[in-house]
């Protein structure tokens, strides 16, 4: 049974940082990443990762963000800086296993206060 778990969400002020961590289990993931959602608007993409390392990041993010993984451990990791008010939402990992079936895990709260 295929399990995300976030971790690494609060509050944190503007211009602050935080870390958000995906711990997944139960398969191999070729692509993995983080998504949010803000209040009323619909889920977007932040920024994906390959198996090979390489990365892809939301216009919105660019320059803020850095998406990392372990293969060894099935983790992702979203590390963003420069917090605005807009980044406020719920981030939500995702996992595609080889067989390119999609997973979310439950999401993790970010609140950004100006």
């Known amino acids: 049974q295929v399990q995300l778990v976030e971790s690494g969400g609060g509050l944190v002020q503007a211009g602050g940082s935080l870390r958000l961590s995906c711990a997944a289990s139960?398969?191999?993931?070729?692509?993995m990443g983080w998504y949010r959602q803000a209040p009323g608007k619909q889920r977007e993409f932040v920024a994906t990762i390959t198996r090979r390392g390489a990365g892809a990041y939301a216009e919105s993010v660019e320059g803020r963000a850095t998406i990392s993984r372990d293969n060894a451990e099935n983790t992702v990791t979203l590390t963003m800086s420069n917090l605005k008010p807009e980044d406020t939402a719920v981030y939500f990992c995702?996992?595609?296993?080889?067989?390119?079936?999609?997973?979310w895990g439950q999401g993790t709260q970010v609140t950004v206060s100006s």
């Open positions: 995702k996992a595609i296993s080889l067989r390119s079936d999609e997973y």
């Open positions: 139960g398969s191999i993931f070729s692509t």
